[in-house]
């Protein structure tokens, strides 16, 4: 018996072995399976003359009046957002230019996806330039629309190994620097430029949980320098073609037709429900060109060069540059919003040298309730005390604060987080983008964003931002006590209630935020 028991321990240790060492063969010849960056392609740029699609004649006459400058208009309604871009869609007759972080396979990724399709389908030229960081299990659905033949996507910095990401761990360094741009251009007119990616968290019609966030939709010049960043990354060697990741379709046509039944099928759930009639009401609302009043002001538009992806020295052209410079320009008023806040030594003594100059400094980010990456908290917790020792006013998201676009879309008690970028300075430039403060946006991402010189616009966002973070219904103000503790003012009802502990957390959220900030990951935040 004695005997018997010691076999199986040693067949169990021999078994465990034997795994161990089929991991780190297939880990060690994962080396092996590496990626052609010189796949032969065509170079393709945008229209540079699209003057007499419908599209630019309906924006002509504006732009006349207001020559060196471009018009825009935030989008902060996620259902509004989304209507934006079918809208486009449906306006474009030349090109559509899209280039996302991620599109997922949900009912507003399918729609968007099918309206690219109908445009292509329209002889409409559309790219689609993609990460690659959540394409697992798209492939044939890629190759299918590649092979349209008005249907091009390039996907940027891809993995090597199609299926099992982890077993990229070999090419950890190349892999982790991913492209997080996210922008939207037809016919080289109009473009929308923001925080947003494709999916129903980002366009108020997840149940479960929503994003406040940002776009900036614009018309003008802005679109040409969008373009001009989009056929950058475009044309860039480390975006390559489909073809060059999957494997020739045996029946394209057929692939074709299935992908078409899969959407449609998908999007018969979106059929009667309340987020399809508010989506139509909101359609037609945004058909009118009285509905949104544009702001004609001085703008740029900024991005990370592709190079950023693979290397770090072309710190000229980094966004972080101009975003610093801005930043540091303020003469009294600092608005900050970011979802993922991650201040590191030099962002902490930038503050301060704000805080010197007695600029006031205001900062608005998840708290650890609604920030959707626990890690992400405990990279920001650490900075809070000295912030506040300093004079920062520091506000963080309810989990049960009120997403817009989310009511007349029926969903009820879904999370919310924040997911807007950007900043205000001294009431008079303004910042919407992918950019995130942390180390990963300045350091490891490709980024962008639009400045915009524009005072009316500055003084709304404050008014609204003094507004709801005095009321309390969507923020905590975070302070400090006599006794150099963290406390949370949860203001309702005309009520003042100081909290000791992070709101609405349970004890588990804490410790696993406690815990993670033991780890040395900061720099990958």
Not at 490 to 509: A, V
């Amino acid at each position: 018996m004695f005997r018997s028991c010691k076999g199986e321990n040693l067949s169990s240790y021999s078994s465990v072995i034997r795994k161990l060492a089929l991991i780190l063969i297939v880990l060690l010849t994962s080396a092996c399976a590496t990626l052609d960056f010189d796949q032969p392609r065509t170079s393709s740029f945008a229209f540079d003359d699209t003057s007499d699609t419908p599209l630019a004649q309906k924006i002509a006459p504006q732009a006349a009046q207001h020559p060196g400058t471009s018009g825009f208009v935030l989008l902060n309604d996620g259902i509004e957002a989304l209507a934006a871009r079918i809208l486009l869609m449906g306006d474009a007759t030349r090109s559509i230019d899209a280039q996302y972080y991620f599109i997922l396979d949900d009912l507003t990724g399918n729609l968007f996806v099918r309206e690219l399709l109908a445009a292509a389908d329209r002889g409409v030229r559309v790219r689609l330039l993609i990460d690659d960081i959540a394409t697992q299990g798209y492939d044939i659905g890629m190759a299918a629309l590649d092979a349209h033949p008005n249907f091009e996507i390039r996907v940027f910095n891809p993995f090597s190994l199609r299926t099992g990401r982890y077993l990229n761990v070999r090419d950890y360094v190349r892999v982790n620097r991913r492209m997080h741009n996210k922008s939207f251009i037809v016919d080289n007119q109009a473009i929308i430029v923001g925080g947003r990616n494709i999916g129903a968290e980002y366009f108020s019609a997840q149940e479960e949980m929503n994003f406040a966030d940002m776009d900036v939709f614009g018309i003008g010049p802005v679109a040409r320098d969008g373009s001009a960043v989009f056929d950058e990354f475009w044309n860039d060697r480390h975006s390559l073609p489909v073809s060059a990741l999957v494997a020739p379709l045996e029946d394209p046509d057929a692939s074709m037709l299935a992908l078409r039944d899969r959407i449609e099928t998908k999007l018969l759930e979106l059929a009667s429900t309340p987020y399809a009639d508010a989506f139509v009401d909101t359609e037609l609302d945004l058909l009118k060109p009285e509905s949104k009043a544009l702001s004609w002001v001085p703008y740029k538009l900024v991005s990370d060069p592709p190079s950023k992806a693979w290397d770090d020295k072309d710190s000229e052209r980094k966004l972080i540059s101009p975003i610093a410079d801005v930043i540091s320009s303020a003469e009294s008023e600092l608005i900050l919003i970011s979802p993922y806040f991650v201040p590191r030594k030099t962002g902490i003594e930038g503050f301060q040298k704000l805080r010197d100059r007695e600029v006031a400094v205001r900062v608005l980010t998840n708290s650890l309730a609604s920030t959707d990456v626990s890690a992400v908290h405990s990279g920001y917790a650490p900075a809070r005390k000295p912030l506040l020792k300093m004079g920062v006013k520091l506000y963080e998201v309810r989990v049960d604060a009120k997403i817009k676009g989310t009511r007349r879309s029926g969903i009820k008690g879904s999370r919310a987080s924040l997911h807007t970028k950007g900043f205000i300075v001294d009431r008079r430039v303004v910042f919407f983008g992918s950019f995130n403060f942390d180390p990963r946006s300045a350091h490891i991402n490709t980024e962008m964003g639009v400045f915009m010189e524009a005072p009316e616009m500055a003084e709304e966002l404050v008014h609204s931002f003094v507004s709801a973070t005095n009321r309390g219904k969507n923020t905590y103000e975070v302070v400090l006590n006599e006794n150099n503790q963290l406390r949370w003012l949860d203001r309702h009802d005309g009520k003042t209630i100081k909290l000791t502990k992070e709101p609405q957390t349970s004890f588990w959220n804490r410790f696993v935020a406690g815990f993670l900030r033991m780890f040395p990951i900061r720099g990958q935040l």
